[in-house]
């Protein structure tokens, strides 16, 4: 069995170290929910590949998507 993959969802503070928010198993559903954040709490959102210790994604949340 290989690693397990996780995804870290963090929100950006300003002036502040971002904050975790909650872990996906895939990048799919990482990038669903951080839409799904996005509408409720309007901000800035970044997903952390935790294999490679790295944020893959950089999201802020412009209005309403169709």
């Known amino acids: ?3 397990i993959q996780c995804y870290e ?3 950006k503070r300003p002036l502040k170290q971002p904050t975790w928010v909650e872990t996906a ?3 799919e559903d990482a990038r669903n929910r951080l ?3 996005a509408q409720m709490f309007p901000a800035e959102y970044f997903i ?3 294999e ?3 944020f893959i ?3 802020r949340w412009q209005g309403s998507e169709h």
């Open 57 to 59: 994604i950089p999201f």
């Open 25 to 27: 198993t895939s990048l």
């Open 48 to 50: 952390l590949d935790c």
């Open 52 to 54: 490679n210790s790295i």
């Open 1 to 3: 069995m290989g690693p």
């Open 35 to 37: 839409k799904e954040l």
């Open 9 to 11: 969802i963090f929100q």
